[in-house]
């Protein structure tokens, strides 16, 4: 998990990257992640954009899917 900015008016956003699996998985991953937190996101190519900082929210999600998560990006 990365703090990052879009690239739309250079707002915080969470990029998600390195996850296994094909393009239909990612987008699920991507609909859980933003359903639960309640906000908005897209996919790039095998990243994922998270809107806003959810680095804390976002790492139990991703574990209890069976992804091992490491933070990064201070």
């Known amino acids: ?11 915080p956003g969470t990029l998600v990257v390195g996850l296994p699996g094909t393009d239909a998985d990612l987008d699920k991953v991507l609909k859980q992640c933003k359903q639960t937190l309640g906000t908005g996101g897209t996919r790039q190519q095998r990243v994922l954009v998270i809107q806003g900082d959810h680095r804390a929210k976002l790492q139990p999600l991703l574990e209890k899917l069976g992804h091992n998560v490491k933070l990064a990006g201070g």
């Open 1 to 11: 998990l990365h703090r990052g900015k879009s690239a739309k008016g250079g707002k």
